[in-house]
């Protein structure tokens, strides 16, 4: 396998791409388009930044230049750079700091008029010195002559003590609030100071980090987790790549991800492990270059077909690793991803049986379920429900695939990067069941005091770090208590009536032996459906909506035991939307270890990406 593979085209997937780095890239044009041609005289003057073409007005809405304005870029990081200009386009000129942008970057580009707009594209470019830089677009067309600049930053920085490794952890929508929950219920809180903090609380920086996307307010996973790998913002739904117009999900300028650096330049090993599927939105965003996160067979074809593959794979979603032909399977082809990884000399399990007796000398592929993995509750606290497990009843936890990537990982004397993901934090907020997001994110914080405890056992020589993707509105606001005889809204009690919840864990495993306590929590939510409310837990995870007939969101009757009542929600009721919806909330980052100095104050989460590169000192060599 080369790195001319990872987007290779595949007559199985029926997909046409290319490589990041080491295939042409195939364009994609209108049927009433015309055919490709060299995009600018490489000859012609330019001076201070203008261009043969002449100076106009900065017209933003007819250009767009991807990567965005004040994007930043590690030094030698590989990326796609494309123009798109509106209209029918005759000549596109772009200069970088006042030299044309061919002979900057040694490259031919190309110039591909499509219906409305006209492509500029150069692949497979890095920039090899550091500083500002400024990049200037002059067009012209049949409606006129526009242009358009924007400016990059390029760095490339060392930590004073550089790590060896790096552990990201993602809480997915493990917002504050849901991290207090979780601190709450399982150290415990006595006359208004805690008993203890949550382990991923006691690494000593913190940062806050903003969440947006570039086109939205309010981000999603896949969004969210690119900017971590590649220190790129993207688009919802999008990971490792801009948004261009086309209508191919694979063919959007693409952005080197933080796991092919460190593998391709440091023979660094990675892997990723997750309680969602692997294909889900934050594992994919180690490998996958798309705009459409919901291309999982494709995500799952293309994160094995590379140079460089992880050398871990622990979570769900067997579907989009089994050929069409298989019970369950979601993909649409004959690939079986399973014989391949096993064909190449990995391990297999599908038990947390199986796992355990893999051994730590060669790479793994773990798949536990179909899809997402069942939650902590269901999965390990919970007398075991058929109804709810289905035929997946031996599911290994987020500490046991945490520790065993790691005893893997570790054998390779360069280094490794691990991703572990908290991934039903969010997916049960959105559900509306706090109760079983706080124990997903109690297992979290146990997987993560794992990581802390490796990493001082070996010299102190990993950077850790513990952050959310986004955040989910919601909110503590008080006790809730029926023993005064009332329910509902009622029951809710505020200030010095609220007092203390009454959670016990008797075992000191970390959990509360009860999720259902005497008095719970009030948690209220800022963004969702209309739904049932009694603030009490739910013995089996129910929607909080659903869809009726006519199209309309509705409460879930389901959800309503005795005492509930019906909240009207604030979302619109047409929209499909049937669950509560992440917030455009910072969310907080914590961290140790080498490098780790580097995150404080408020953040925009591409930052992430630069700790992690900054810490390791990498270089990149041409």
Do not use: C
């Amino acid at each position: 396998m080369s790195q001319k593979s990872t987007w290779k085209k595949s007559m199985m997937l029926t997909l046409v791409g290319a490589s990041l780095f080491g295939v042409a890239t195939v364009s994609t044009v209108d049927a009433a388009t015309v055919s490709s041609k060299p995009a600018i005289d490489t000859k012609a003057e330019f001076h201070n930044g203008g261009s043969a073409l002449g100076a106009h007005a900065e017209d933003v809405k007819k250009i767009t230049v991807l990567p965005i304005d004040r994007a930043k870029f590690w030094k030698g990081q590989n990326f796609d750079f494309e123009v798109e200009v509106k209209g029918n386009v005759n000549d596109v000129a772009v200069t970088i700091d006042g030299v044309d942008a061919q002979k900057y970057f040694n490259k031919k580009a190309t110039l591909t008029q499509h219906t409305g707009y006209a492509s500029y594209r150069i692949d497979q470019v890095n920039f090899d010195t550091v500083g500002a830089k400024k990049i200037v677009v002059n067009a012209n067309g049949a409606d006129g002559a526009s242009r358009r600049s924007v400016n990059y930053n390029v760095v490339e920085e060392k930590a004073q003590k550089t790590a060896k490794n790096v552990i990201l952890f993602v809480g997915d929508g493990m917002s504050m609030q849901a991290k207090e929950v979780a601190r709450i219920l399982s150290k415990g809180i006595t006359e208004g100071k805690y008993n203890d903090l949550l382990s991923m609380e006691q690494m000593p920086n913190m940062a806050l980090i903003t969440t947006s996307g570039y086109d939205s307010i309010v981000t999603d996973s896949a969004n969210s987790a690119s900017a971590y790998n590649t220190g790129h913002k993207a688009v919802v739904n999008a990971m490792g790549s801009y948004a261009n117009s086309t209508k191919d999900a694979f063919d959007d300028p693409k952005v080197e991800t933080f796991a092919e650096i460190v593998s391709r330049t440091k023979g660094m090993s990675y892997g990723m492990v997750s309680t969602a599927a692997v294909t889900d939105a934050t594992p994919a965003a180690l490998t996958a270059h798309t705009r459409r996160r919901g291309e999982q067979a494709a995500i799952a074809y293309d994160a094995f077909h590379r140079d460089n593959p992880p050398a871990v794979v622990l979570g769900g979603g067997l579907q989009f690793f089994l050929p069409l032909d298989a019970a369950g399977s979601k993909r649409k082809d004959s690939v079986n991803l399973v014989k391949e990884y096993q064909d190449a000399g990995y391990q297999f399990a599908t038990t947390a049986t199986e796992l355990n007796a893999l051994s730590t000398d060669k790479p793994m592929l773990g798949l536990f379920t179909m899809n997402h993995m069942n939650v902590y509750m269901d999965r390990a606290f919970l007398p075991k429900n058929p109804k709810v497990l289905k035929n997946f009843q031996d599911q290994p936890g987020l500490v046991e695939m945490t520790k065993k990537a790691i005893d893997v990982l570790d054998n390779n004397p360069n280094g490794f990067f691990l991703m572990s993901e908290g991934g039903s934090v969010d997916k049960q907020l959105h559900t509306m069941d706090w109760q079983r997001a706080a124990y997903d994110a109690i297992e979290l914080d146990q997987a993560v005091d794992y990581a802390r405890k490796y990493s001082k056992a070996h010299g102190d020589n990993t950077l850790i770090i513990v952050v959310a993707d986004h955040a989910h509105g919601i909110s503590i606001t008080g006790t809730y208590s029926e023993n005064e005889g009332k329910v509902g809204r009622e029951a809710v009690r505020v200030y010095g009536d609220a007092g203390w919840p009454t959670f016990v864990d008797a075992n000191k495993d970390g959990f509360p032996d009860n999720p259902d306590a005497d008095v719970t929590l009030a948690v209220q939510y800022a963004n969702a459906p209309d739904h049932y409310e009694n603030y009490r837990f739910q013995q089996t995870p129910t929607d909080p909506a659903l869809v009726e007939g006519s199209g309309k969101v509705i409460a879930n009757p389901k959800r309503a035991p005795q005492g509930a009542r019906l909240v009207e929600g604030n979302l619109p009721t047409m929209t499909g939307e049937t669950s509560e919806v992440h917030s455009a909330d910072d969310v907080v980052l914590m961290a140790e270890g080498p490098g780790s100095e580097y995150f404080r104050g408020v953040m925009d989460n591409t930052e992430v990406f630069y700790g992690m590169m900054r810490a390791l000192g990498v270089k990149i060599k041409k």
